[in-house]
């Protein structure tokens, strides 16, 4: 099919980018990309920045792209809106959305399908004080349920600490207090059912914090990512398991820790990941042969209705 036959096929696309969310900035970066790639394979792609009532604006488009990170977009909540109005949308369906979105629930259903995460501790507002003297090893992770980009997190080394950490994290949501796996990080994309050469991420920083994911220069990216064949081939078995164990579909990224006995822990999954051109899926697609604008396309694929139902 030539280009503009491809394109008559996905009709008038609606990049829903921007948003309120802390992500924001993140997200006008990743929409702008996306709009570039698609324009470039000639579909007709408009920008929509998600603030105010800009559903209303959606009516004229026959699908949406999703690039917005974060609450509001990632949570399922926006997804829920798109079913209901009947805009076919890219990614991942209203369940896989909202339980990706929060780490409690998705931990709670790896523990319960026997997939690694590291052991953790639901803290909400009330339960504070009790809760608390029950941590005894450190360092532990605090963290927000609910946010990304690191927004709210602090990694907590002595039991004097484990307060403020924890009242910062409850600023955003309830917190999870997560046994801290001192080793290597990697991350896994995933795009429609393929998994993509995982990174691996090392930052001299304590952990992979907002600065290291956005403005540090010496946050180092791996791609090949260094394990040999056979840990690599079980990495990538878990991050699809995870994937699929919350029936995310059209494209993903899980973060996995490994620690120096070689075990992998599941952190997390996002369904709508970075796609700014320094990002993260770019990256490992660009090492599986996939250049960006393919990997926009097949991402935009996701949006016919079937995707969501799968797995
Ligand atoms: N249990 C943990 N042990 C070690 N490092 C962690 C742990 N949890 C999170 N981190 C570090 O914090 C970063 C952000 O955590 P993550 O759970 O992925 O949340 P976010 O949604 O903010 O990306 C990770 O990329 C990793 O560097
Ligand atoms: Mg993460």
């Known amino acids: 099919m030539s280009k503009s036959n491809e394109s008559e096929k996905f ?44 559903l209303q604006k959606l009516a004229e488009f026959d699908r949406v792209f999703i690039a917005l990170h974060g609450r509001g977009g990632e949570d399922g909540t926006l997804q829920g809106a798109l079913e209901v109005l009947r ?106 059912d393929k998994v993509l050469p995982p990174v691996r991420l090392k930052t001299p920083r304590d952990f992979y914090d907002y600065e290291a994911k956005y403005q540090s220069q010496d946050t180092e990216y791996r791609c090949p990512c260094g394990l040999d064949p056979d840990d690599e081939a079980a990495l990538k078995t878990l991050a699809y398991e995870a994937y699929k164990s919350v029936s995310a579909s059209g494209w993903g990224r899980v973060d996995v820790m490994r620690d120096a006995a070689g075990r992998f822990y599941l952190l997390e999954i996002n369904t709508v990941p970075g796609m700014t051109s320094h990002s993260l899926v770019p990256m490992a697609a660009k090492q599986g042969g996939i250049s960006f604008n393919r990997l926009v396309m097949e991402i935009l694929e996701s949006s016919f209705p079937q995707s969501h139902s799968q797995g």
Not at 37 to 49: F, Q, S
């Open 87 to 192: 805009i076919p949308y890219t990614g991942s369906g209203v369940l896989a959305s909202a339980l990706a979105m929060d780490k409690v629930l998705c931990k709670q259903l790896w523990e319960g399908v026997n997939l690694p995460t590291p052991e953790f501790l639901v803290v909400t507002e009330s339960e504070q004080l009790t809760k608390l003297n029950k941590v005894e090893n450190f360092p532990v992770m605090v963290k927000p349920a609910r946010e990304g980009s690191s927004v709210g997190m602090s990694k907590v080394d002595t039991a004097g600490d484990l307060k403020q950490a924890v009242s910062l994290a409850l600023q955003y949501d309830i917190a999870l207090v997560e046994r801290y796996i001192q080793g290597e990080e990697y991350t896994v994309a995933i795009l429609g």
């Open 11 to 54: 009709g008038k696309v609606a990049v829903l980018y921007g948003g309120d969310s802390a992500e924001r900035d993140i997200s006008l970066q990743s929409g702008e990309s996306v709009l570039h790639a698609l324009r470039e394979e000639c579909i007709a792609a408009e920008g929509v920045d998600c603030r105010g009532n800009y």
